[in-house]
């Protein structure tokens, strides 16, 4: 996976930089393309390679998001790809063991990022369907959890679904688009102003 990393082009460096990822984000997070792919990957070739890291910053897995854009269905895959057999996990665990009494979940890997660059400790789990018992168990010890789910039906579902399970969460209602677009439109200010207040 360091290869992928070190296969970071202009203009992948350039994709991310559009979405609020800079330099040292990318590095963190050691976002990598998929340029000389590992046996099995062949076809994630040219996808940007999202490693999900330990707390120790070791691999765990790998999502795969294609960077064209095109209609992926008509390409036989989606935007998103995981590799077969791979048990859910929730994207970030080191934000667990790092933030205090307070955590952020979000609905991708990316905009996670960008919740943990604005200075709020960020999961990612990437959609509705990948919620599982172990993670309530997981984020069971925190006093306070938000939901920064995408402002449409499936991001709804998502909030729902953590907020059943999980007593301490609660929605943040974005307005322009995703974490991402919010971030890109008003900076860290204006995902700080979503956060609800305690009372
Ligand atoms: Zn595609």
């Not at 393309?33 to 707390?55: C, E, K, N, S, T």
């Not at 999961?123 to 006093?143: C, D, E, N, T």
Request: aromatic share 8%; charged share 25%.
């Amino acid at each position: 996976m360091s290869g992928y990393q070190a296969a970071v082009t202009a203009d992948v460096a350039r994709y991310l930089v559009a979405r609020g990822i800079g330099r040292e984000e990318a590095a963190t997070a050691r976002l990598g393309v998929v340029a000389d792919p590992h046996p099995g990957h062949d076809r994630f070739r040219g996808f940007l390679a999202i490693p999900y890291l330990d707390r120790d910053g070791k691999p765990l897995s790998i999502r795969f998001r294609c960077l064209q854009d095109h209609d992926h269905r008509a390409y036989f895959h989606g935007k998103y790809m995981s590799l077969a057999d791979e048990p859910p996990r929730a994207y970030n665990i080191r934000a667990v063991h790092e933030a205090g009494d307070e955590l952020h979940i979000a609905e991708g890997e990316l905009d996670a990022i960008i919740l943990n660059k604005v200075g709020l400790p960020a999961i990612a789990i990437p959609g509705v369907h990948m919620w599982f018992g172990r993670h309530r168990r997981m984020l069971a010890g925190f006093s306070r959890t938000y939901v920064w789910a995408d402002p449409d039906d499936a991001g709804a579902d998502f909030t729902n679904k953590v907020r059943r399970s999980l007593r301490s969460a609660k929605g943040v209602r974005l307005r322009v688009g995703d974490v991402t677009d919010t971030y890109m439109a008003g900076g860290a200010e204006a995902l700080h102003a979503l956060i609800p207040s305690l009372v």
